[in-house]
C-alpha cells in the first residue's frame, strides 16, 4: 500500500525490558534499531528515555520525520495518546499524556495503538491477507478477502480487527478485547488463562505431572521429541490452547466474517496450534430439539496444512441463470475462511502496523 512512499515514519517496540527504536520508509525500516532500557516505574525518567531514543533516531534519517507511530502497553485512550494503569508500566498510573508530550517535543503527529491492534492492521495491508488474495488470484479466482481477524498468544491474548482496510479501534479503544472472552471449559474464567503462555505452562504440569520450570519453547521441544519430556502432554498442551483460542475466536468470526492470522511469542507451535482451532472452529451446536449447525458459518480451512490450502483456494463458486429473463449470475456459494500464522512475524507485523496506520491518518488530514 505505501511501498513507495517517501515519508518516514519513527517507530517504537515498547517491552517491559527494552524500549526499540526505529524508522521505516516505503514499508521497510531503513536505520539499525536503538536499544534502550525500559523505564517502568517513573514517568519523568521514562518521558525523557522516549524522547532521547526518537531524537537519536532522527539523527539517523536522511530526513524529517513525517510522524511517530508505534504500541504501548493499555490501558489506554489510545485517540488521545493516553496511557493508563499499565499493569506493565506502574509509572502511567492515573493516566499520562505521552502522545500530546511526544507532539509537543517533535513537531509532529503522534499515534498510539494496542499491539494487537497495530499486529492485525500490518497482517491486513501488508501480510496475509494480501497474500492470500494474491494466491487466488494467482489460482484464477475472483474472491477477495477484505476483512481480517487478528489474534497474538503470548504472555497474554491480544486481538485485533481489520473490515475493509479500517483498523477497528473502538468507542473506548478496547475493539477486539478477546483475553475477556468467557473461556471454553468455565464461562467465569477469562479466555486468556486457555490462551497464553502461562497456560502451555500449566496444561503441560496438568497434563504430564511434570513441575520442573520450562517455557514454551522447552515444552515445544519435547513435543518435537528433541528434548526428554512427555511428547503426547506437550502436544496436547499446545492443542488445548488451539482449541481455546479457536472458541474464542469463534464468536469474532460470526460478527466480523473474515479471515484469521496468529501471531505471538507461542506462534512458533503452531503445527499444533492451528489444527486444534481449526477443529474447534468445525464443531457443532445444536438446537433444544437437537437440530445441529456448524459453529461459524463459513467452511474453515488451516491455512498452515498445504493440502487445505489448495482446497481453500479452489473456487466452488458457480454461475446461476437469472429466472424468466435470461442471463447468468455469478453466485458465491462456497462460504469460506481461513487460519493461519503470520509470515511477516509478529514485531514486523506490528511495525507496519504502526507505519501504515500513521501514514493513512496524515492522508486523512
Known amino acids: 500500500m505505501y511501498q513507495n512512499d517517501e515519508r518516514i515514519v519513527l517507530t517504537l517496540d515498547a517491552g517491559g525490558t527494552n524500549f526499540v527504536f526505529s524508522a521505516m520508509q516505503a514499508c521497510e525500516h531503513i536505520v539499525e534499531p536503538l536499544r534502550l532500557a525500559a523505564v517502568t516505574d517513573d514517568v519523568e525518567r521514562c518521558l525523557r528515555t522516549l524522547a532521547e531514543g526518537f531524537r537519536e533516531i532522527s539523527k539517523r534519517l536522511p530526513k524529517a520525520a513525517s510522524a511517530i507511530s508505534f504500541a504501548f502497553p493499555g490501558p489506554a485512550d489510545y485517540e488521545s495518546g493516553i496511557i493508563g494503569d499499565a499493569p506493565n508500566f506502574p509509572a502511567f498510573r492515573g493516566g499520562v499524556a505521552l502522545g500530546p508530550y511526544l507532539e509537543a517535543e517533535f513537531g509532529v503527529p503522534v499515534y498510539i495503538n494496542n499491539d494487537g491492534h497495530l499486529f492485525a492492521y500490518g497482517e491486513a495491508l ?4 494480501p497474500q492470500i488474495n494474491a494466491e487466488i488470484k494467482s489460482a484464477g479466482g475472483k474472491r477477495v478477502f ?23 479501534r473502538g ?45 514454551p519453547k522447552d515444552i515445544f521441544d519435547i513435543a518435537e ?12 498442551s499446545f492443542a488445548k490452547v ?12 460470526n460478527l466480523v466474517d473474515g479471515v484469521v492470522v496468529v501471531g505471538g511469542g507461542v506462534a512458533g507451535a503452531a503445527k499444533y496450534i492451528i489444527p486444534a482451532m481449526v477443529e474447534e472452529l468445525r464443531s457443532e451446536v445444536e438446537t433444544l430439539s437437537g437440530v445441529k449447525f456448524s459453529c461459524v458459518v463459513p467452511e474453515v480451512f488451516n491455512l498452515y496444512d498445504d493440502k487445505h490450502r489448495k482446497m481453500f483456494l479452489q473456487e466452488r463458486d ?18 469460506k475462511i481461513g487460519v493461519g500464522v503470520s509470515t511477516l512475524g509478529t514485531s ?11 501514514l493513512a491518518q496524515l492522508d486523512k488530514r
Not at 146 to 167: E, M, S
Not at 195 to 203: C, G, L, N, T
Not at 318 to 335: A, R
Request: hydrophobic share 40%.
Open 126 to 129: 501488508a501480510g496475509m491477507l
Open 146 to 168: 477484505r476483512n481480517l481477524i487478528g489474534i497474538t498468544i503470548g504472555t497474554g491474548f491480544g486481538g485485533g480487527i481489520v473490515i475493509d482496510g479500517c483498523l477497528l
Open 171 to 215: 468507542d473506548n479503544g478496547v475493539g477486539a478485547d478477546m483475553y475477556l472472552l468467557r473461556g471454553k471449559d468455565n464461562p467465569q474464567i477469562m479466555a486468556e488463562e486457555s490462551v497464553s503462555i502461562r497456560a502451555v505452562k500449566r496444561f503441560y504440569a496438568e497434563q504430564s505431572g511434570d513441575n520442573t520450570p520450562l517455557e
Open 225 to 236: 521429541g528433541v528434548r526428554a519430556g512427555n511428547r503426547e502432554a506437550a502436544a496436547e
Open 242 to 253: 488451539g482449541r481455546a483460542a479457536g472458541d474464542a475466536v469463534g464468536r469474532a468470526v
Open 318 to 335: 458457480e454461475m446461476i441463470s437469472v429466472p424468466l429473463i435470461g442471463g447468468e449470475v455469478l453466485y458465491k456459494s462456497h462460504k
Open 348 to 358: 514486523q507485523a506490528i511495525a507496519l502496523g504502526a507505519y501504515t496506520f500513521a
